[in-house]
């Protein structure tokens, strides 16, 4: 399932790119969860409206500006490091989202600024 989970991800942020919100909603949980690390904070996502409403509203996600760097599974967790667009000459740092399956559908994203801390965190 592992496998299946990093390929569904990597379809995801793909979706994502090409602004195919209908492809994501299929990957979507009714009840997924996207947040910085505290589900409770102003601008957390709570079901799958509330995360597809904030990729319509990302210029960024829209843009197709990010550029997918890695996808490490891990058991039925999936990190998805990839890279923002850069503000000035020189290339962002990477940043990651921790995204939990179950049932073939994300039911939790967790954004990090830095892929390694998600690392830490999928493997427990």
């Not at 409403?53 to 490490?72: H, N």
Request: charged share 25%.
């Amino acid at each position: 399932m592992a496998d299946s989970n990093r390929e569904t991800a990597r379809r995801g942020f793909e979706a994502a790119l090409r602004g195919d919100l209908a492809a994501i909603a299929d990957l979507l949980d009714p009840d997924v969860s996207w947040h910085g690390g505290d589900p409770s904070a102003a601008g957390a996502c709570h079901n799958r409206d509330q995360a597809l409403a904030f990729m319509r509203r990302s210029q960024v996600i829209q843009g197709g500006r990010f550029e997918l760097v890695d996808v490490v599974g891990a058991g039925d967790k999936v990190v998805v490091i990839m890279r923002p667009p850069s503000e000035g000459p020189d290339p962002a740092p990477a940043v990651a989202n921790l995204t939990t399956f179950r049932d073939g559908k994300v039911i939790e994203m967790v954004h990090y600024p830095d892929p390694e801390d998600a690392l830490r965190a999928a493997r427990g």
